[in-house]
């Protein structure tokens, strides 16, 4: 059959990098995306408008919302120049997918996400539930001065009734609250990769959004052409996440803002429906981990975390046109 004449991209995929980011550390995964779906209409688009170069003009250390509030306005002037687009994915490195979930929330509108259908919500070690229970102490004193706000948002210090991050895992209830958990349902299918050991910024329960620390994580055998993915499971409700076989030592207690964090991410915080999420577990052994994997999840710079391939493949395949 004769390919089909297309007057512009249909699918747009975003890619937001990390705190401190800018998007050359997306362009490996980027490239691979367009390799594999350029013919097909997919548009992909790194993100240009929270560039961490830096202090003092470190756009991610301003916030969790207001970066969100700028990506938003960024995805909405992407998708006005290409009007030809009608489904919408998105992919947040670390912090970037904290910045994702905002930004989605505040495009969610009638079932749509900036007026596109909503496909794919992937998140590469994002601190989903802050890092408060999985930071090094050593890291804290410095991470509130380098990072400021951004960084006692993830701590769960900031300011006002409710931390931001606990907002963002909460059913909407008054009128001016952004719906934070029927955007991520909106999706046809959201994906979290998270480290099980070695990542030194991003713990695996906030990374994988459960309680507990992976219970096999040295001797789980990879999966075949995977050699640093040990797990891809579908955790359809928050029960069947907390009776997975993986399940290890508890991290968050049963009354923590954490747990309540994951309990409303997977839709049982409230009177809403169950939420599924796609889990990849990831492993990288300390000879090529320590200090690294965070970066390698991503191959942020695939001389040094080139380690990270074969997620980046595992990424694009099982990604939904």
Same mark, same amino acid.
């Given at each position: 059959?004769?390919?089909?004449?297309?007057?512009?991209?249909?699918?747009?995929?975003?890619?937001?990098?990390?705190?401190?980011? +800018?998007?050359?550390? #997306?362009?490996?995964?980027?490239?691979?995306?367009?390799?594999?779906?350029? =013919?097909?209409?997919?548009?992909?688009?790194?993100?240009?408008?929270?560039?961490? #170069?830096?202090?003092?003009?470190?756009? #991610?250390?301003? !916030?969790?919302?207001?970066? !969100?509030?700028?990506?938003?306005? =960024?995805?909405?002037?992407?998708?006005?120049?290409?009007?030809?687009?009608?489904?919408?994915? %998105?992919?947040?490195?670390?912090?970037?997918?904290?910045?994702? @979930?905002?930004?989605?929330?505040?495009?969610?509108?009638?079932?749509?996400?900036? /007026?596109? =259908?909503?496909?794919?919500?992937?998140?590469?070690?994002?601190?989903?539930?802050?890092?408060?229970?999985?930071?090094?102490?050593?890291?804290?004193?410095?991470?509130?001065?380098?990072?400021?706000?951004?960084? @006692?948002?993830?701590?769960?210090? /900031?300011?006002?009734? +409710?931390?931001?991050?606990?907002?963002?895992?909460?059913?909407?209830?008054?009128?001016?609250?952004?719906?934070?958990?029927?955007?991520?349902?909106?999706?046809?299918?959201?994906?979290?990769?998270?480290?099980?050991?070695?990542?030194?910024?991003?713990?695996?329960? +906030?990374?994988?959004?459960?309680?507990?620390?992976?219970? /096999?994580?040295?001797?789980?055998?990879?999966?075949?052409?995977?050699?640093?993915?040990?797990?891809? +499971?579908?955790?359809?409700?928050?029960?069947? &996440?907390?009776?997975?076989?993986?399940?290890?030592?508890?991290?968050?207690?049963?009354?923590?803002?954490?747990?309540? &964090?994951?309990?409303?991410?997977?839709?049982?915080?409230?009177?809403?429906?169950?939420?599924?999420?796609?889990?990849?577990? #990831?492993?990288?052994?300390?000879?090529?981990?320590?200090?690294?994997?965070? /970066?390698?999840?991503?191959?942020?710079?695939?001389?040094?975390?080139?380690?990270?391939?074969?997620?980046? =493949?595992? %990424?694009?395949?099982?990604?939904?046109?």
């Amino acid at each position: 059959a004769m390919p089909m004449e297309r007057s512009g991209p249909v699918h747009l995929l975003v890619l937001h990098h990390g705190i401190s980011g +800018t998007s050359y550390g #997306t362009r490996y995964i980027a490239g691979l995306f367009q390799r594999r779906f350029e =013919e097909e209409g997919l548009l992909v688009y790194a993100s240009k408008s929270n560039l961490g #170069t830096g202090p003092p003009h470190n756009r #991610t250390s301003e !916030g969790i919302d207001k970066c !969100g509030e700028r990506l938003a306005k =960024e995805v909405e002037q992407v998708v006005r120049l290409n009007p030809t687009l009608c489904k919408f994915s %998105i992919i947040g490195w670390s912090l970037g997918g904290l910045i994702a @979930r905002y930004a989605c929330a505040r495009l969610w509108s009638d079932g749509r996400i900036a /007026d596109l =259908e909503p496909v794919n919500f992937m998140t590469l070690a994002s601190p989903h539930c802050g890092v408060r229970e999985t930071l090094p102490w050593l890291y804290r004193a410095p991470a509130r001065w380098i990072f400021g706000r951004v960084a @006692r948002q993830l701590l769960l210090e /900031d300011e006002g009734p +409710t931390n931001l991050l606990v907002q963002m895992g909460s059913e909407k209830q008054l009128p001016d609250e952004l719906p934070f958990l029927d955007a991520l349902r909106g999706f046809h299918q959201r994906t979290v990769y998270a480290n099980v050991a070695y990542d030194d910024k991003v713990g695996y329960p +906030t990374g994988a959004i459960v309680p507990y620390t992976h219970c /096999d994580w040295y001797n789980a055998p990879s999966l075949s052409g995977h050699p640093h993915i040990i797990g891809d +499971t579908l955790d359809p409700n928050f029960d069947a &996440m907390e009776r997975h076989s993986s399940a290890g030592q508890a991290v968050f207690g049963p009354d923590s803002l954490e747990m309540r &964090m994951v309990r409303g991410l997977r839709g049982a915080g409230g009177s809403g429906a169950p939420i599924a999420w796609r889990r990849v577990e #990831t492993r990288f052994y300390m000879r090529e981990g320590l200090l690294r994997a965070h /970066d390698c999840i991503g191959v942020n710079l695939p001389w040094l975390h080139g380690a990270g391939k074969d997620i980046a =493949e595992h %990424i694009v395949s099982s990604f939904v046109m």
